[in-house]
């Protein structure tokens, strides 16, 4: 019984991965998935959901409530009845009550720990990922396991909430043990002031984190209002002329018009509405609430793009890099990015064409690297004669110069995210995620980008909807 207090007590300091997402399909070290497509990369991750996680299996939520630990009754470490409080497990006063339910969370508890604690190396051979990536692993993969199969506007499902709210609390509490220590000034009983150090909250946990609880919050509220609505979902291929709203007398006259993005996303439910549309308070309430999604979204995006900059960039990623940027976005995005005085990245993105998804993330790549290879090059100290540096003087210097490129590069980086938000990360960001060993940042990435994921795709559906009604009333007129 001593093992299983230690190992709940190291779960406590830092475990835990749920969901790259994002709007979405992508992968992770278990199985990340992100805003597009899936595939098997482990490490790939995008800003969307993903697969399964261990963490996240089923239960029987009868099994779980609020009272306490049902092990109390075996005398287990204070530790390990906060964890599994703070789990939800029921308190059993003895376990003549119910043993076999005792049994089954114990040995639940025991697996995901377990695994936990492994990395991912089920093996045991100590070849596991680190802690903050497992974290971040866990957060993607209970993002997937929660709402991988929620793709209509509605309540989520009363169980899933629960297993949502539960396990994330529990990855969460790491922070709750992340500080640093402070210099305070206290006064002792004689009068004398003294300097001691106090422990707080880490800056960017104790900034971001209530932040994100909030986003999350909000959205699960945003989900439970379409509790009853004037549009419904339909299967895809189960349209036809005369089908009928389950429930409902109203008929559909002809075949739903359909967004265009359901040819790329064929599997999502079809939406219906009335004949002669839905009304103009539906109407209204729906952009409404589309509205606050996306704004939430916006702010998702932004705290995960401050935390994946305030990452520190592998080592292998800067020894990849092209030894010329003129030759990784070549020549002519080259001559336009250094030749115009004053360049616009809107401009050059829409000479360039971009047809597919994979374009873009292809492009972003390329300028992303393009961008610290100019960087390096610009702090490379130069061994210059004095003649050479005073033409330097007078003509344009390669630093100037460097300095230059990189700058444009970094606005079109930014306008190209901004112009594709479904856009999947990008080599270096997965490349930061892979390596990170940073515990804090690992789950404020990872729980960012799981709301982002989902503040996408509720816009998403909302503007589905609201497509569809506005083909529907220009048909009727």
């Not at 043993?99 to 051979?125: H, I, Q």
């Not at 036809?240 to 008929?251: I, P």
Request: aromatic letters at 8%.
């Amino acid at each position: 019984m001593d093992n299983i207090s230690s190992t709940d007590e190291s779960y406590d300091v830092g475990y835990g991965y749920q969901p790259s997402p994002s709007s979405i399909d992508d992968q992770s070290p278990t199985e990340t998935t992100g805003l597009s497509t899936l595939s098997g990369n482990s490490f790939a991750y995008c800003r969307t959901n993903s697969e399964t996680s261990a963490f996240s299996e089923h239960t029987d939520e009868n099994s779980w409530s609020e009272a306490g630990s049902p092990l109390s009754s075996r005398s287990l470490k204070s530790p390990t009845r906060a964890v599994l409080s703070r789990l939800g497990m029921r308190q059993h006063k003895t376990i003549a009550d119910d043993p076999d339910t005792v049994d089954l969370e114990l040995e639940l508890m025991k697996e995901r720990f377990s695994k936990l604690l492994l990395g991912e190396d089920m093996s045991g051979g100590g070849k596991g990922v680190a802690t903050a990536v497992t974290i971040s692993n866990s957060i993607t993969n209970l993002y997937a396991s929660v709402f991988g199969q929620h793709q209509r506007l509605e309540p989520l499902h009363p169980d899933k909430k629960i297993m949502w709210k539960r396990e994330m609390n529990c990855l969460l509490s790491v922070c709750d043990y992340i500080v640093e220590f402070v210099s305070t000034s206290q006064m002792l009983q004689d009068g004398t002031t003294i300097e001691a150090l106090t422990s707080r909250p880490r800056s960017d946990i104790h900034i971001n984190l209530p932040a994100l609880r909030k986003l999350d919050t909000m959205l699960l509220e945003i989900l439970d209002s379409f509790e009853a609505t004037e549009f419904w979902y339909a299967e895809k291929g189960s349209i036809s002329n005369n089908s009928t709203r389950a429930g409902s007398f109203r008929k559909i006259v002809q075949v739903q018009p359909q967004p265009q993005r359901k040819e790329e996303k064929w599997w999502l439910p079809v939406v219906c509405v009335p004949s002669d549309g839905i009304t103009e308070k539906e109407r209204k309430n729906l952009r409404h609430k589309r509205d606050c999604a996306n704004q939430i979204h916006k702010a998702a995006m932004a705290i995960n793009s401050s935390i994946l900059a305030e990452m520190e960039i592998p080592e292998s990623y800067m020894t990849s890099l092209p030894k010329s940027g003129k030759a990784s976005v070549g020549d002519s995005m080259y001559r336009h990015m250094y030749s115009a005085e004053k360049f616009s990245p809107e401009q050059l993105l829409d000479s360039l064409n971009i047809s597919s998804e994979h374009e873009a993330l292809e492009l972003a790549d390329k300028v992303e690297a393009s961008m610290y290879t100019w960087r390096r090059k610009s702090c490379l100290p130069q061994a210059k004669s004095s003649w050479i540096m005073v033409k330097d003087l007078v003509s344009d210097d390669r630093t100037d110069k460097n300095n230059v490129l990189a700058e444009r590069a970094e606005s079109l980086l930014y306008c190209l995210k901004q112009r594709y938000p479904e856009l999947s990360q990008t080599t270096l960001d997965t490349s930061k995620i892979h390596f990170n060993r940073d515990v804090g940042k690992a789950i404020l990435e990872s729980y960012s980008r799981v709301l982002e994921s989902l503040a996408f795709n509720v816009v998403a559906w909302i503007e589905d909807v609201l497509f569809v009604d506005k083909t529907m009333k220009n048909q009727e007129e």
